[in-house]
């Protein structure tokens, strides 16, 4: 799958991206997380109340993996993607990102690990409307250190028209359709080369047919240049398209998936023409 | 986050909200502009005032019967007790002696003093035909006038006849603009024309004075009125108790004031103006504190300071302006953090630093104070002229007050107009920094 991938930036793109060194990694594994804990303590005038949002959560993620998070609302998805996107900490537990343990990380580099190692793709795309689509795309490169405007706006387009809509580069995000606008914040996402895509209900807020060309999107961007996506969903059916689905239930990880995805599915059926299932389930008891 | 970048960001979420903005704006350029205006116009009087004296000869101490200092803090012990003052210890000054020749010949003979010069001050009407104004007479010898003086020149034609009793010296403001706009009464109503035109008198020419007084044992309004002949014009020396006075002679002005021989103030010509501290010691050893002595030196350090004390007042009333303009931009600049929570939530989500999001914030404040106080700046030192060329021909000579804006000045107002702008960004841009991004990205 490796030798299929291309560089997201263009094939014979001078551009090179170096993250600090305390952050570069040759591991095999984006995103490792070790015994997870999130406790919420909320004090009101009769008694201390404590909910157990995250109980124990291990799991690891390879890149250019695609794996989308399934369960039920409360089940914690939302607090584990939090913590895995470096904006908040657990209370126990470590979380490495490309074999960095983040969290032992200050504020401020904590910051740089959001914007270096990690592109956010929300449910309600929190676009800035004031700015035009691309200035949007560029808004992360502002607070890195590592890309010039001269190298961003260059990037910035690429990015827009591998997405299909580089035509809508100088429009305000208000001006374009809802599946325009996610694919803008996943270009947005993409202008630091991060190490893991963290895309919290990307298609929530689109129609079937929309939401759809949204995952093929985030598939596309795995499959084609080895982008490493962690998408929570509740959509069963796009999940069921990813390379694994982990579900969450009461803080603790219920059961593991793995699917054949399409790709693997096209490959395999071009050497054993005997195989001819799609999706194979691996479940793993827990 | 490289600082144009900051600056371009910053900008266009100031252009977002182009109303806020723009009143906010407004506010500080009141402050900003009111205290440019009014410094402008103090430093301008200042520096009248102190060019006005400096016309002054330097070596002219003049001398009054009014004490310098209060009544009350006199030593009574000094004075034989003197007279009692309206309202228990008064709060009038109440002339301890009278300046009459013998006053004049006891300075004439003191060391360094080479002329002692007495004159008589009043108002009195002048009139020709049916004209008039109002004038300050000068009552003095016309030869000692070049000594008060040194730049006094009289126009051609002019001839000074020290004994001439009905010889008036013009100074040429009156002689060329005899108008009718400040008209006595009786004038007035004499008046046919009241047009505002001017007349011109010439050398020559003959012109009634008019001196009107209450008479102490009838307390009745007594006029008294004379026939003066134009024997001289005196051109503007650029000092308006000489400029706007009218001269004659000292007998003349004895009988026709009613003076009785007491002068109201002497002109003491020290011999250099190195001897000025030394006669003024000598007179104040004589006279003690029943005297008033003034010095051109004593008058402009006293305008100075008046001019600092005043501009110090002014400054702290337009500083309340800029300071209302600063809580203008905390609240603009908080509510611009409150409707901008999730955005600060996605900055955050995408790698923003605490200190980039308060940059960005920090700068939108700046950007509010420089435009503001630089717009502030140019709308100050407009105003200064409106403000004199509407207002200040009532009090001055028109022309004559200038605003001034040293440069100093004007970077200091820029200077504290910026910094209170972005000191009262500090805290929303702070608390903006500060912000959750999990709460942030949460708010709707």
């Given amino acids: ?120 793709i929300f449910q309600s795309y929190n676009l ?9 795309v560029e808004f992360p490169a502002v607070f890195s250190e590592r890309l010039s405007s001269a190298e961003s706006h260059p990037k910035a ?77 509740h959509n ?41 299932k799609d999706i194979t389930s691996q479940e793993k008891s827990r | 986050m490289k600082v144009i970048q900051t600056f371009r960001i910053s900008f266009k979420a100031l252009g977002d909200r182009k109303v806020r903005t723009s009143l906010t704006i407004l506010m500080v350029i009141v402050g900003s502009s009111l205290m440019v205006t009014l410094n402008g116009i103090v430093a301008g009087l200042g520096q009248f005032a102190t060019d006005v004296f400096s016309r002054l000869a330097p070596n002219i101490l003049f001398v009054t019967s009014i004490p310098m200092d209060g009544p009350g803090q006199r030593d009574d012990a000094d004075n034989g007790g003197g007279p009692p003052t309206f309202l228990g210890q008064g709060l009038i000054p109440v002339p301890a002696i009278t300046l009459d020749q013998t006053v004049v010949d006891r300075l004439e003979s003191l060391a360094g003093v080479s002329a002692v010069i007495p004159s ?60 009718v706009g400040e008209l006595s009464e009786e004038a007035a109503a004499a008046a046919d024309n009241d047009d505002g035109s001017t007349a011109t008198i010439m050398i020559g020419q003959q012109v009634n004075v008019t001196y009107t007084y209450i008479d102490l044992a009838t307390a009745s309004r007594q006029s008294k009125s004379e026939v003066f002949t134009v024997a001289g014009i005196m051109k503007p020396v650029g000092n308006p108790t000489i400029d706007r006075a009218v001269v004659f002679n000292l007998d003349t002005g004895n009988k026709l004031l009613q003076k009785s021989g007491r002068y109201d103030s002497l002109f003491v010509a020290a011999e250099s103006t190195d001897h000025v501290t030394q006669v003024e010691k000598e007179i104040r050893d004589l006279y003690g504190s029943d005297i008033g002595i003034t010095t051109s030196k004593a008058i402009i350090q006293s305008i100075g300071e008046f001019t600092a004390g005043f501009g110090s007042v002014i400054s702290s009333i337009a500083l309340v302006a800029l300071l209302v303009g600063s809580v203008g931009i905390i609240t603009t600049m908080y509510t611009s ?74 970077a200091r107002v820029w200077a504290i107009s910026l910094g209170l702008s972005v000191a009262a960004g500090l805290y929303p841009a702070w608390k903006a920094s500060k912000l959750s991004p999990i709460v942030a990205l949460r708010r709707e």
């Avoid at chain 1, 993620?61 to 895995?84: A, D, H, Q, Y």
């Avoid at chain 1, 069963?236 to 694994?244: C, D, F, P, S």
């Fill in chain 1, 1 to 120: 799958m490796d030798e299929r991938r291309e560089d997201l930036a263009g094939k014979g793109s001078s551009y090179h991206y170096h993250l600090p060194s305390q952050l570069q990694s040759t591991t095999t594994v984006a995103l490792k997380l070790e015994n997870v804990k999130k406790v919420f303590e909320s004090r009101s005038a009769s008694a201390k109340k404590v909910v157990v949002a995250l109980d124990g959560v291990s799991f690891e993620v390879k890149r250019g993996e695609f794996v989308s998070i399934v369960g039920p609302s409360g089940s914690g998805k939302s607090t584990l993607l939090n913590i895995i996107g470096a904006l908040d900490r657990p209370t126990s537990g470590k979380v490495f990102i490309n074999g960095q343990d983040i969290f032992l990380l200050d504020d401020t580099r904590l910051s740089d690990v959001r914007n270096h190692l990690i592109g956010f």
């Fill in chain 1, 128 to 136: 800035v409307n004031r700015m035009s689509v691309q200035e949007n």
């Fill in chain 1, 157 to 233: 387009l690429k990015l827009l028209e591998i997405l299909g809509i580089k035509d809508k580069a100088k429009q305000k995000p208000v001006d374009l359709s809802g599946g325009e606008q996610q694919r803008v914040a996943i270009a947005r996402a993409l202008i630091n080369d991060p190490a893991l895509v963290l895309a919290d209900e990307p298609t929530g807020n689109l129609d079937t047919k929309t939401g759809r060309e949204v995952f093929d999107l985030l598939k596309m961007l795995s499959d084609r240049f080895g982008t490493t996506v962690v998408m929570v969903t």
């Fill in chain 1, 236 to 276: 069963l059916e796009l999940a069921g398209m990813t390379t694994r689905s982990i579900y969450i239930r009461d803080g603790r990880i219920e059961k593991e998936i793995m699917h054949k995805t399409t790709s693997e599915t096209e490959a395999r059926s071009t050497d054993d023409e005997d195989t001819n």
């Fill in chain 2, 120 to 179: 008589y001050q009043a108002r009195i009407t002048i009139a020709v035909e049916n004209r008039s104004q109002i004038a300050s007479v000068l009552s003095v010898q016309p030869e000692n006038l070049k000594i008060i003086a040194p730049t006094l020149e009289f126009t051609e034609g002019s001839t000074i006849d020290p004994k001439d009793e009905s010889a008036i010296y013009l100074p040429s403001l009156i002689a060329n603009n005899l108008w």
């Fill in chain 2, 337 to 410: 953090v409150t409707e901008r929570t999730r955005e600060i939530g996605v900055m955050k989500a995408i790698g923003a630093r605490d200190r980039n999001v308060l940059a960005l914030f920090l700068t939108e404040a700046a950007i509010i104070g420089i435009i503001g106080a630089s717009i502030g700046l140019i709308v100050g030192v407009l105003g200064g002229y409106g403000v004199l060329s509407l207002f200040g021909s009532n009090l001055l000579p028109s022309g004559e007050v200038t605003p001034r804006y040293p440069w100093s000045e004007l």
